[in-house]
């Protein structure tokens, strides 16, 4: 392997590629690790630490041990766009992975295409970063398009509900969801018929609420991390709302359990991985991967998310070779086609860079999380 000249010392020899040496892949993860959406960061950031130790105990990848940098953002774009700088000019990164949120990921959008440099698996499913196609970034979960669509699709069937609003947060990743909910709706001839916002960074609800009471929705689809969300549900409930809720993925379903218990009994959260409790190979090796690595640690929905982030992320970093640059980390990406991992099937390409499209309902019932086709007890 060519090194660069000046060296520091015997095993510093590094490759011409930036963040990769001769014992080691550096990764970049800008998230929050703190702040109100900490649950979010931290439970992604376990999940795909427990795969990185994992393949490090076994001799890493080609060799080279994967070596996880890790920047706190606390969910605020300006943070994340400073920690991105830093990562890529002078961390010495090969690779961004695991960012959280729409705002914050789309805020570096400019940095990593100018450094050409990948990002795998944000924990987004903002359709800004997947059509048209941003050849830097590889989605690995599925879009709000799909979970919003599902939700939409699931209370028609079963309640019969016509009548859908939608309270999110005022960015990005709120107007990507309602986005969504109005584009699913159209598929069966209905319209939102209200609205309701609340600022990032706040729980201030009360407003976002009042604007939809009058409207008495049979449904109300939640965007939103879990501490103003659990805020919502339990104004929600205060004011009498009749309405059904729902919630997409990003809202942290542990967290948002940990501080609505059974208040929020009868809410429906759309998730783009199976429960931790599903038996398929794949969610049963994360569990145990996860519960090794952090013992006594609960293996939540968002670490399962982070352990297959992870999982596909080293399928791309084995096929690069030895030798990996940037630009073979992402061929090698796009050539992940049909990979079944173990009961989800992982699908890559030129013009398509979100690998999984399964959305999986959930609810909360007697405070706990269940599949929503689970028996009542």
Do not use: W
Request: net charge negative.
């Amino acid at each position: 392997m060519a090194c660069v000249a000046a060296m520091t010392g015997p095993g510093a020899c590094l490759a011409a590629e930036p963040g990769v040496t001769d014992g080691a892949i550096r990764l970049g993860m800008v998230n929050a690790q703190s702040g109100n959406s900490a649950g979010l960061g931290r439970g992604l950031l376990a999940g795909a630490q427990a795969v990185f130790d994992d393949v490090n105990a076994r001799g890493g990848v080609h060799g080279r041990k994967i070596d996880l940098v890790v920047g706190d953002d606390r969910y605020e774009p300006d943070r994340t766009v400073d920690s991105t700088l830093e990562m890529i000019e002078r961390g010495n990164v090969f690779a961004l992975f695991g960012y959280v949120g729409t705002p914050t990921t789309t805020a570096v959008l400019p940095i990593i295409r100018e450094a050409g440099i990948p990002l795998v698996g944000p924990f987004t499913g903002a359709m800004a970063l997947r059509k048209p196609v941003v050849l830097e970034v590889f989605n690995i979960r599925a879009s709000y398009e799909d979970e919003t669509r599902a939700l939409v699709d699931h209370f028609i069937a079963h309640d019969g509900a016509k009548r859908f609003a939608v309270f999110y947060q005022d960015d990005g990743f709120g107007l990507a969801v309602l986005a969504g909910t109005r584009l699913a709706l159209q598929r069966h001839g209905l319209e939102v018929v209200a609205t309701g916002t609340f600022r990032r960074g706040t729980t201030a609800v009360d407003t976002g609420l009042a604007s939809l009471l009058d409207s008495q929705p049979d449904v109300v689809v939640m965007a939103g991390p879990y501490t103003p969300i659990a805020a919502f549900i339990r104004a929600a409930r205060r004011e009498g709302l009749k309405a059904r809720l729902a919630s997409v993925s990003f809202v942290g379903t542990d967290d948002l359990l940990r501080l609505v218990g059974d208040e929020g009994d009868g809410t429906l959260i759309s998730q783009v991985v199976p429960l931790p409790q599903n038996d398929r190979d794949v969610i049963r090796d994360c569990v145990r991967l996860i519960e090794r690595r952090f013992p006594g640690e609960h293996a939540g929905v968002v670490h399962i998310e982070g352990c297959i982030d992870a999982k596909i992320m080293l399928i791309g970093l084995e096929r690069a070779g030895p030798s990996p640059s940037r630009a073979t980390l992402k061929q090698a990406l796009e050539s992940i086609r049909h990979l079944d991992l173990g009961g989800l099937v992982a699908d890559l390409g030129a013009d398509n860079h979100q690998a999984l499209n399964a959305v999986f309902l959930s609810k909360i019932a007697h405070g706990r999380i269940a599949p929503v086709d689970a028996p009542a007890r």
